[in-house]
């Protein structure tokens, strides 16, 4: 398992390089892309609570985690990418190992679990989504899927959506309660964000 150019670029754990495992479908978020995000949220990410939706991995909630964030849920079906994972959650201090859980199942399931343990504690969540491009055999409809799980999230659980996406793909304004704020373009990735 080699090391790759991935790393955490803010917080405690800043320059901290990731493993990536081998897999071609793992398809990590640019380093750009990533700087984007944290800079358009900084302020709100100490103590908030992320949801890694298809997390690979897990290169959003860490950098989460890294910047001061209370907790972070990785959900990820694919059980080779959930090892690597799991060796960079590994990799981080103790205290922090124990902000992050790794679910493993279809994201479209398992969210639910989530989302019972934020109704639970009361509590709000970053959903980060950044599904397998629908370029990819076997994931052509994965966006009206995201969709709909999104129009379905209930609010009161609900910081923000963010999804990462192919910049040929263009969201719809409105997700059920949730409205677009931006679209950002990296070249092939755009990330979008809803509220």
């Given at each position: 398992?080699?090391?790759s150019?991935?790393k955490?670029?803010?917080g405690?754990?800043?320059?901290?390089?990731?493993f990536m495992?081998?897999?071609?479908?793992t398809r990590s978020?640019?380093?750009i892309?990533?700087?984007?995000?944290f800079?358009t949220?900084?302020?709100?990410v100490?103590?908030?609570?992320w949801?890694?939706?298809?997390?690979?991995v897990g290169?959003?909630?860490l950098?989460?985690?890294?910047?001061?964030?209370n907790?972070?849920?990785?959900?990820?079906k694919?059980?080779?990418?959930?090892?690597v994972?799991k060796?960079n959650i590994?990799?981080?201090?103790e205290?922090d190992?124990?902000?992050?859980?790794i679910?493993?199942?279809?994201s479209?399931?398992?969210?639910w679990?989530v989302i019972?343990?934020l109704?639970r504690?009361?509590?709000?969540a970053?959903?980060?989504?950044?599904p397998p491009f629908a370029?990819?055999?076997?994931?052509?409809?994965?966006y009206?899927?995201v969709q709909?799980?999104?129009?379905?999230l209930p609010k009161?659980?609900?910081?923000?959506?963010?999804?990462e996406?192919?910049?040929n793909?263009d969201?719809?304004?409105?997700?059920?309660k949730?409205q677009k704020i931006?679209?950002k373009?990296?070249g092939?990735?755009?990330?979008?964000?809803?509220?």
């Open positions: 398992m080699e090391k150019n991935i955490i670029i803010g405690k754990y800043r320059g901290k390089k990731l495992g081998n897999k071609e479908t978020t640019k380093n892309l990533k700087e984007s995000v800079n949220l900084q302020w709100e100490p103590d908030s609570n949801v890694e939706v298809f997390s690979g290169s959003i909630g950098e989460a985690v890294s910047r001061g964030a907790r972070a849920y990785f959900l990820e694919d059980p080779e990418a959930a090892k994972l060796k590994d990799s981080l201090k205290e190992i124990k902000k992050c859980q679910i493993l199942g279809d479209f399931e398992t969210i679990d019972e343990e109704k504690n009361k509590e709000k970053f959903f980060y989504f950044d370029i990819r055999e076997g994931f052509e409809d994965i009206d899927k709909t799980l999104i129009k379905q009161i659980n609900v910081e923000k959506v963010i999804i996406h192919q910049t793909y969201f719809p304004e409105n997700l059920g949730y931006k679209t373009k990296f092939k990735s755009s990330v979008t964000y809803y509220e």
